[in-house]
Structure formats: C-alpha cells, structure tokens
C-alpha cells in the first residue's frame, strides 16, 4: 500500500513539475504547504503517533475493551480542540508565517501575497490530517496496517486532479494545488472512519483533560513535539535559507527531497511503522530480549535496502530527474540544479532510514526526553553546518549553494541516528546479533558492483534529455531492474539467503 502511495506521490510531482516548473508558483505552494505538513510532521505521524501507539497498545494489552473505547473518545476530544485552535491561528497569522518560514519573500510583493492567500487555503489540512493520524495509529495498533498506508494515495489523486483539471479554471492556476490540499484532508478522514467502526472504536470526542491516558500521552507529546521532527525542522531551516537564494532554489530542494523521501517512505517510514506496535507489545509484556530481536531484525534490514538504495539514487540522479521532470516549464537547468541537491540528500538517505527505525526503540518504552535532547544537538549542528557549506557558496559565486543546505541536513541525520543507536545500546536496549560482520561486507561488495554496472550505463545528461519520454521511462526501468539484478546476484553469491534476514522467534 506504501508503494502505490509513493509511486502516485511521483506521479504527482511529475505532473506538478510539468505544469509549474520551478518558477515563482512552484516556490509559493511548496512553502504554503510545507508550513502545515511540518506541523502534520508534529501532531499527525510524529510525536502524537509516538505517544499514542505506546500508550492505547498499553491499554489494549492490560485492559478492557471499553477503557479502550474510553481512551480514544478522550484523545479525540482533546487533539481536535487543540488542533481547531492551531488551525485557527494559522489562517490568521499566515502573513506572520511567511515572515518567519520564509522572510525572503518579502523581497517580492508577489511571492509574499501569493503564498500567504496559500497558507490559508492549505492550513485546515493541519486539522483533518491529524485527525486522520489518530485514526491511523488506532488502526496500526491493531494489525490493520493496509487502510492507514493507502490513505495518503488520495493527496496525490487530488493533486494530480487539481494541477490537469482545476489549475486551468483558476485566476492565479497555482491556488488549484492549495485547494487540492484542502480536499484531499477532508477525503482521508473520511476513507478511514468506516474501519474504525468495524473495530468499535470510532471516536465519539469528549473534553477529558483529567484522564490519565490523556495526561500521560500529553507529558510524552511535549518533549517528542520537538525531538521526532528534527528532521523536518532542518528542511524548514533550509527553506529560510533558500528563500534568500535565486529563484527555483525552494523547488529544487523540493522535487530533489521527494526522491529521496520515495525509497525512505516505502522503506524506512513503513518499517518503523510496523515496529512500533512490536516493541511497545514487548515492553508492555517485559520482555527485553524480544524487544532486542526487533530492532536488529529492523537495523539489518535498513542496510541490505538502505545501502543499496542510497547509492542508486546518487549515481543514477541526473536520469531520474530527467526521466521524471524535464518537460513543459521543468528545463534542463532545473534538472541540473536539482541533481546537486538530490545527491547530497542521497549521501544522507541511511541516517534518515536508521532515525526512523532507531527512535521507536524510545518511543515504545514512553522515552521521549532523550531523543529530543539528541535531536536538539543533531538540530543546532545541522544550522551551523548550513552557514559553514552555504556562506562561502554565494561569496565566492559558487553555482548550487542549496546543495549546500541538502548536505548539512544529511550530515545531521547520521549524527542524530549515531547518537540514537549509541544511547540504545548503552541502555542495554540493543544487543546486536550473530552475523553481523558478514553481512556489512556482503552488501558493501553487492553495493559496489551495482554502483559499477550504473555509474558505466548511466550516461550523461543531453543523452538522456535527447530521448522521449517513453524511451527515458524504458531505460531508467532498466537501469534499474539491472542495477537490483546484479546487487540480488552479488548478495547470493557472497552467501547471503533470506533466512539470515529471519526475525529471531524468542
């Protein structure tokens, strides 16, 4: 369900790409939108979902069905009267929100109105998707993990609908995607509702604010709000910062991003949505040494994907963009200028997969003071390095400072995933097990010959701009298909087999 999100997610994005290009509009709805899917970031899939999954997981383990019931009634209340009020001020404020997410603009009387009429079209999303969230994260804590994973395909069914259908109706075309946004919100709380009724838990919201379930997932909220959004937080630093710079900057960085966000949703996002619910069920069962099975089971996984997929989406960048991006308004520059970011993403693509998979290893046991004291350190190096690779960048006149941004934000994500896994194993949360040298130079020799085979057929460029697009789409596919063959050939002749990527039954 996850693939066929991303994969429309792509299609997206191509046609987004191909209807706006990286020009003014573009750099206007993608800032309006990543303000309120920052905040979704916070209290949809973040630290809410963090929270809560420990906490209802506790409570279906250790009691009855009707505290269960009694639980998501009082959540629901409390997060959408939050939610509602956040909402509110958002709309209200969106010019304040420009200012500080995007003070660049205000350069440009254009950019400025434009993405501020935007924001408060995009804003409500805020609300519907969080409530969209608590739906999921019931669902997941429950083994039904297929529904909440197909709901984001409707985002980009209404986006894809917005950008061929709506855009030509509109005066300014690019409030189509606003619109789209606000759409696609309503439609996914919808979609959801009838399974949690099958479960008997569709929420019947009530103000509870004395609950003990409620306070408890509220202490946990607070500090996660910041830590499990570190990530996030950088990309907003980045848009600051890409603000400042030539236009297209905010959409190379974008389109680049969701490359890189494609292999780390159907990969590291799903993975660690599948082991949440796990390890809070071993911790609530006290049973440790399950709990240490998981995660490694989950860590050797990331590298057999994780590796391989980082390495590909490098050497094969400029074909992807290509192949994905350059038609309509998306020229040949764009793609270039989106190549240097997509590569320093991609260097980066393992420590977004490893904080993924590393931070349930808190969350399950209700920890969420330290990876927020871990996420502040990763957060303060990632704004200091931004200055340190961009500055020089635009004294010197170097083409692609953003580059620079993509690069400090995945160098940050290897400090944050280093000083996760440190604290895990410290705690005695994580013991590795048996094998794990064998494995680290299995896929470093399978990741190599990859790497040989593509950086050789790959090409350049004009070549591939010089195909149409069904020949692009034929021998990327290829590329591609070629690229898993020889990896898988490597791994099996090197005496890799599934069963040493079994899950230890303890």
């Not at 995607?177 to 399974?195: D, E, S």
């Not at 103000?207 to 709000?225: F, K, N, W």
């Not at 994500?413 to 280093?418: P, T």
Request: glycine share 10%; net charge positive.
């Amino acid at each position: 369900m996850t693939m066929i999100s991303r994969v429309l997610g792509l299609v997206r994005d191509i046609v987004i790409a191909r209807a706006f290009g990286a020009g003014v509009g573009a750099d206007t709805f993608f800032v309006a939108f990543k303000i309120p899917n920052f905040l979704r970031r916070l209290f949809a899939e973040g630290a809410f979902s963090q929270a809560f999954i420990p906490v209802l997981t506790e409570y279906k383990t250790r009691r009855s069905h009707e505290e269960v019931r009694g639980l998501v009634d009082h959540v629901a209340g409390m997060l959408g009267g939050i939610l509602f009020l956040v909402t509110l001020v958002g709309v209200v404020a969106a010019p304040v929100l420009v200012m500080i997410f995007a003070p660049g603009f205000l350069q440009d009387p254009v950019k400025y109105d434009l993405t501020t009429q935007m924001i408060r079209i995009t804003f409500p999303y805020l609300l519907f998707i969080s409530l969209t969230a608590l739906a999921g994260g019931i669902l997941n804590t429950y083994g039904r993990f297929g529904v909440p994973a197909f709901t984001p395909v409707f985002l980009n069914l209404s986006l894809i609908g917005a950008a061929l259908w709506l855009a030509p109706r509109m005066a300014e075309p690019v409030t189509a995607l606003a619109w789209g946004v606000f759409i696609a919100g309503v439609v996914q709380l919808a979609f959801q509702l009838p399974y949690l009724r099958t479960l008997g838990l569709l929420p019947r919201p009530r103000l509870a604010r004395r609950d003990e379930g409620v306070r408890r997932i509220a202490r946990l909220m607070l500090p996660g709000i910041f830590g499990s959004s570190v990530a996030q937080i950088n990309l907003l630093f980045d848009t600051l910062i890409a603000s400042f710079l030539v236009t297209g900057s905010v959409s190379w960085l974008y389109f680049s991003d969701r490359l890189v966000e494609f292999p780390l949703g159907i990969f590291g996002i799903a993975l660690a949505t599948v082991i949440l619910p796990r390890l809070s069920r071993d911790h609530a069962e006290a049973s440790p040494e399950r709990f240490s099975a998981t995660l490694d089971w989950a860590l050797r996984l990331v590298v057999v994907i994780g590796v391989p997929a980082a390495a590909g989406l490098a050497i094969l960048a400029g074909p992807m963009l290509v192949t994905l991006f350059q038609y309509g308004a998306f020229g040949l520059h764009d793609v270039e200028m989106a190549r240097l970011s997509l590569v320093a993403y991609a260097l980066g693509l393992l420590g977004f997969i490893l904080v993924k998979v590393l931070a349930p290893g808190y969350y399950a046991r209700q920890d969420t003071r330290t990876p927020v004291r871990i996420g502040i350190i990763a957060m303060v190096a990632n704004m200091v390095m931004n200055v340190v690779f961009v500055a020089p960048m635009v004294m010197l006149d170097i083409p692609g400072p953003h580059a620079g941004l993509a690069l400090a934000t995945s160098l940050a994500a290897f400090l944050n995933a280093g000083l996760l896994y440190r604290g895990l194993r410290r705690s005695g949360r994580l013991s590795l097990g048996p094998g794990w040298r064998a494995l680290l130079w299995r896929v470093a020799a399978a990741s190599l010959a990859m790497g040989a085979l593509l950086a050789w057929g790959g090409g350049d460029l004009e070549q591939w701009g010089a195909q149409g697009w069904l020949g692009r789409v034929g021998a990327l596919v290829l590329w591609v298909a070629a690229g898993a063959l020889v990896y898988g050939a490597a791994l099996w002749l090197c005496g890799m087999r599934l069963k040493n990527l079994k899950l230890r039954n303890l």
